[in-house]
């Protein structure tokens, strides 16, 4: 475990916050860490295209309220290592991270919340190894099972979802993202959340992010993998008690998914936001964060 170089400006303001560098199974991943160690744990993990710092808004409220967070750039994101291939990338090797994340703490189990993709791997991490989640937060994905048969029934989630197909090409979509500067996912974040919550100052650093060398090709790989390596788990039902937040003005996701996905487990409860998008978590981080507060505390 050691430290890492990363913007002081971008770390929260939180005396505690430092940035390392936590050896996970077979890869490197840079962690942003706060909070005394022996205080509950937290792991937060972010989705695409993001790093870190969508959950930096989350660490000192976190911290204040008495718990120790992690929050990973998960692996072949912004400064974590980026293994070559695309069976690296698998969900079962993005859970296993957080697992071996845990035992860097000295500890077996966490509340784990994600969002987008990170809340892919938080649902698989809580049917794969259930005794690693004290209680699991849900930001805008759906239970796979729920994503798989809307898939199957709703054509306007097909279409909504038709992107992942454009990444299955090889090579094409990360030359063409760094050709156009980002644009296309800088566009996606703005233009699909509501005026005003992502500033250009942000998108500075998001930009820094996916710059670094090997980042697009191993971020549009998660979504290669998924198409190769489609993912068993031993359950479908989750037995942790869940929350689920959701943004019903999501741009990629019809708002069903969410009522469905619970479902999937055995304690669990949605909390709706009809005007938020996608991006909720950055619409409304003092309300998602005190949502999420609630829960852990329960």
């Not at 976190?62 to 400064?79: H, I, K, M, T």
């Not at 703490?105 to 794969?128: K, M, P, Y």
Request: glycine share 6%; with cysteine.
């Amino acid at each position: 475990m050691t430290a890492r170089n990363s913007p002081v400006d971008a770390l929260p303001d939180v005396s505690s916050a430092e940035s390392t560098v936590r050896s996970v199974d077979d890869v490197e991943l840079h962690v942003v860490t706060a909070g005394e160690t022996d205080a509950p744990l937290v792991v937060c993990l972010h989705g695409f295209p993001e790093f870190w710092y969508g959950w930096s808004e989350y660490i000192k409220p976190f911290v204040d309220a008495g718990y120790r967070v992690l929050v990973p750039d998960q692996r072949g994101y912004n400064l974590s290592e980026k293994p070559a291939g695309i069976r690296p990338y698998r969900l079962s090797r993005l859970s296993a991270d957080i697992v071996a994340l845990l035992e860097t703490e000295g500890r077996e189990s966490a509340h784990v919340v994600g969002h987008d993709w990170g809340a892919a791997v938080a649902w698989d991490l809580a049917l794969r190894y259930p005794e690693t989640v004290d209680r699991l937060g849900i930001v805008n994905v759906p239970h796979p099972s729920v994503f798989i048969d809307t898939l199957r029934s709703s054509f306007t989630q097909l279409f909504k979802s038709s992107y992942i197909a454009t990444f299955q090409i090889p090579k094409l979509p990360e030359w063409y993202i760094k050709r156009t500067d980002f644009e296309p996912w800088v566009s996606a974040m703005r233009d699909g959340s509501q005026p005003g919550t992502f500033t250009e100052e942000a998108f500075d650093r998001y930009r820094r992010a996916w710059a670094q060398t090997g980042a697009p090709t191993a971020m549009i790989n998660w979504y290669r993998a998924l198409f190769r390596h489609r993912p068993t788990v031993p359950r479908e039902h989750v037995t942790v008690p869940t929350r689920v937040v959701w943004g019903e003005n999501d741009q990629a996701l019809v708002p069903e998914m969410a009522e469905q996905s619970l479902g999937y487990c055995e304690q669990g409860d949605l909390k709706r936001f009809p005007e938020a998008t996608h991006w909720i978590t950055h619409e409304h981080p003092d309300r998602v964060a005190a949502l999420l507060l609630d829960h852990f505390r329960r």
